[in-house]
């Protein structure tokens, strides 16, 4: 496909396989064809064409796609990955949208539980995203996520769907808030309650402006970007999860879209930049306690702090056609027509030059054995249907003259 902003790349590279609360025997990971299916055919019917990356960023080209979406990713980055999705935002264009999720040491700690099949104390080695990796990968564009966890719901003036401007209620499950963004960000801020707190300290509270969703052009947060693309943060993914189905967050979706093809999504974040977020807490750190390097393809599992080298790209090698006949109208106009055969020149190109029948006398006998002897054996089937019997002899019996002779039948 040509470069355009209907074409995107889903990063399945970036996901493993663990439980979560909804489905604790999920070892299929996250993927379009499963717990994202409804997302994914939402994407369809809006006519744009899906690829799923299953190997580094540096193993695709930036123009050949529009837009990037990384959802909800466990797996660390390598460092050539987040050097080049630089380049590919702010030379190249490409439209980056992210949907994380929770992530938080103490909330991982206190949902440990003891698992009885394998008789050991089962603990995430990350949370329902890896935030600091994501962090690693967008505070080149001035975005990070914190680890604080909220839950709640918000509303919208949805004038796509309701033609009254009605206010929709849409989710937010277990998402992370945005700790910064730059000033050139477009910011939606909203009220919602503090997981953390409910979970470790059995305790709600309501908390006013967190900021869940950063829209930026990356050609006003950084210099020399020729043809910028947009980068756009969101910090909940179970709201497209299959799972616990929301058809409003699909809504969602489509306005953020919109937003990396040019459109100002008015009716989504406001039209003027706010301020820049700056959080006075440090952003969120690795645990230490963390076995993640046990199956990841990034970590160096004898040094879990170092990070590998980036992994080679597959490399596809089409094989070449060889035609063993080509026929064309030169071909059934020439008296001395026969087969075509192909031949390579000096240049090791694909040729083709006429063989004439005085040449392969012997061979043009092969091609009518099929056909003479499919005639014979129709001949011999309608044979024995319209003749009773053809192949028995007839047995008679002598009758006295002026008789018929009767067969014994």
């Not at 996250?30 to 064409?49: A, Q």
């Not at 599992?301 to 596809?316: A, G, V, W, Y």
Request: glycine fraction near 6%; include cysteine.
């Amino acid at each position: 496909h040509e470069k355009g902003p209907h074409k995107m790349g889903g990063d399945q590279h970036e996901h493993h396989g663990a439980p979560s609360q909804q489905q604790p025997l999920d070892w299929h990971a996250d993927h379009v064809h499963t717990n994202f299916r409804e997302l994914w055919l939402h994407l369809r019917t809006l006519d744009y064409y899906v690829d799923v990356l299953g190997e580094p960023y540096t193993c695709f080209d930036a123009e050949n796609y529009g837009s990037l979406m990384v959802v909800d990713p466990e797996e660390e980055f390598f460092r050539e990955e987040i050097e080049k999705l630089f380049v590919d935002v702010t030379v190249k264009g490409l439209n980056v949208v992210v949907l994380a999720d929770w992530y938080n040491i103490d909330v991982m700690k206190s949902i440990k539980f003891f698992d009885e099949n394998t008789q050991q104390w089962w603990t995430p080695v990350t949370g329902g995203s890896n935030i600091p990796a994501l962090n690693e990968l967008l505070i080149q564009f001035g975005v990070a996520f914190s680890d604080r966890i909220y839950a709640g719901t918000y509303s919208l003036p949805d004038v796509s769907i309701n033609d009254d401007s009605k206010p929709r209620d849409f989710p937010y499950l277990s998402g992370s808030s945005l700790a910064r963004y730059p000033e050139n960000a477009r910011v939606l801020s909203v009220s919602l309650h503090d997981q953390v707190d409910e979970v470790t300290a059995g305790t709600v509270k309501q908390v006013q402006d967190i900021a869940i969703l950063a829209m930026l052009d990356s050609g006003s947060a950084t210099d020399g970007g020729t043809r910028p693309g947009r980068v756009v943060a969101f910090g909940d993914s179970s709201c497209f999860d299959s799972t616990d189905f929301h058809p409003e967050c699909m809504w969602l979706m489509k306005r953020m879209l919109d937003y990396t093809r040019g459109d100002n999504v008015t009716d989504l974040v406001p039209a003027t930049p706010g301020q820049s977020g700056q959080l006075d807490s440090p952003l969120p750190t690795r645990s230490p306690d963390s076995e993640l390097y046990l199956f990841s393809k990034v970590l160096d599992p004898n040094n879990p702090t170092e990070k590998l080298s980036t992994e080679s790209c597959s490399q596809i090698v089409w094989n070449r056609p060889r035609p063993i006949q080509a026929s064309g109208m030169d071909t059934f106009q020439s008296p001395n027509r026969g087969l075509k055969d192909y031949v390579e020149d000096s240049d090791d190109k694909l040729t083709f030059g006429i063989v004439y029948s005085s040449q392969v006398d012997t061979d043009l006998k092969l091609p009518y054995i099929f056909p003479i002897g499919m005639i014979v054996l129709i001949a011999m089937l309608l044979y024995c249907i319209c003749f009773r019997n053809p192949f028995r002899r007839t047995k008679y019996k002598f009758t006295p003259i002026g008789s018929t002779v009767l067969p014994i039948v």
